[in-house]
């Protein structure tokens, strides 16, 4: 079954086409981060107009790079939710309407389930049951994965996620937009232990997260100090190193608690290098493999869609010729995900 993917939820439109028996066929993104980076941030209005402009062009390419026609297309995936909800009605709208052109079917997707089977992308895929570390801008969760569609929170955020986090204390470092990226580039300057930060809830049993608290310690440790490159890296070198460990021993205790012998990691903030390397360490401790999608593929992608879209296709599965998209979207419990 041959899939075009189309995924908008923020601030990256991107295309692409997956086929069950030969893999990824193309994919195609636009970054918006030129667009957003004069704000600081993501501007919702700004956001859903760039995609209006960039999906059909994008289409086009990404139909072309697969060398596939309209005729060989089987179905049409798109994100239904969670995200910016006009960015998403954009996406679900598109797709929708070219599905209804086609005469192809169309499916709404999960983005975090997206995010959940990107490893699957991979030449050395994980099979089913793993343990999954979602780590993103909007979400920090460990998911038990049984299958697809089968997902239950084990623990997530209790406020901010890491990834937000990241971006907060970097705008406070002084960084540009998106600041996670050059947080984690400025902490391999840093000295280590010249900022010693909490690592929040591991006092406690359970593993769900919070990272306002350490948001706020890295505000506090910056306040009244001449902000020179030193200083900033050697705060950013212990704020990494808090969120890291934090991270690292929540998925510890998940691993070894639940017996799993495979873990997934997948998000934007999966990218991280030094996140990588503690749970490589953490998972060959535990006796389980780890799986990673490469970096492309942790940030927003349509690939990730395009595959869910297919699987789910493949499975039987239909819906209806409404546009589906919401704002938010709990994974939850088993079979909850469509």
Same mark, same amino acid.
């Given at each position: ?84 909800i006009g960015a998403l009605l954009v996406g679900a709208g ?39 570390? *979602? =780590?993103? @801008? +909007?979400?920090?969760? &460990? !998911?038990?994965?049984? #299958?697809? /569609?089968?997902?239950?929170? $084990? ?99 998940? *691993? =070894?608690? @639940? +017996?799993?012998?495979? &873990? !997934?990691?997948?998000? #934007?903030? /999966?990218?991280?290098?030094? $996140? ?6 953490i998972a060959r401790d535990a006796g389980a493999a780890v ?48």
């Amino acid at each position: 079954m041959r899939v075009i993917g189309i995924e908008s939820s923020c601030d990256e439109t991107a295309v692409a086409v997956f086929d069950t028996e030969r893999g990824l066929l193309s994919h195609r993104l636009h970054s918006q981060i030129a667009l957003h980076q004069a704000y600081g941030g993501v501007v919702p209005e700004l956001a859903s107009r760039d995609h209006i402009k960039r999906l059909l062009p994008l289409v086009r390419e990404a139909l072309t790079a697969a060398h596939s026609s309209r005729e060989s297309v089987d179905g049409v995936a798109y994100t239904a939710g969670p995200g910016l909800i006009g960015a998403l009605l954009v996406g679900a709208g598109f797709a929708r309407s070219l599905a209804y052109a086609w005469a192809k079917p169309a499916i709404g997707i999960h983005h975090l389930e997206g995010h959940l089977l990107a490893p699957l992308l991979e030449p050395e895929a994980p099979p089913f049951p793993f343990l999954a570390l *979602l =780590v993103s @801008g +909007g979400h920090t969760q &460990l !998911v038990d994965v049984a #299958g697809l /569609g089968e997902y239950r929170i $084990l623990g997530q955020t209790l406020d901010d996620a890491a990834g937000e986090a990241f971006d907060k204390t970097a705008k406070m470092l002084g960084l540009p937009y998106p600041g996670g990226a050059a947080l984690a580039k400025l902490a391999e300057c840093g000295r280590p232990g010249r900022f010693n930060f909490p690592r929040p809830m591991l006092d406690r049993p359970g593993l769900d997260f919070s990272f306002s608290g350490l948001k706020t310690a890295a505000l506090v440790a910056l306040r009244g100090r001449v902000l020179d490159e030193e200083t900033r890296a050697d705060v950013a070198r212990g704020f990494q190193e808090a969120v890291v460990d934090t991270l690292a021993e929540k998925t510890r205790r998940a *691993l =070894v608690g @639940g +017996g799993y012998r495979r &873990l !997934v990691v997948a998000g #934007g903030v /999966g990218a991280n290098m030094r $996140l990588r390397r503690r749970l490589v360490d953490i998972a060959r401790d535990a006796g389980a493999a780890v799986y990673f999608p490469r970096a492309e593929f942790c940030t927003d992608n349509g690939a990730m869609i395009a595959l869910a879209g297919a699987l789910r296709l493949a499975a039987g599965e239909r819906a209806s010729l409404a546009v589906d998209a919401r704002a938010s979207w709990e994974l939850g419990v088993a079979g909850s995900a469509r």
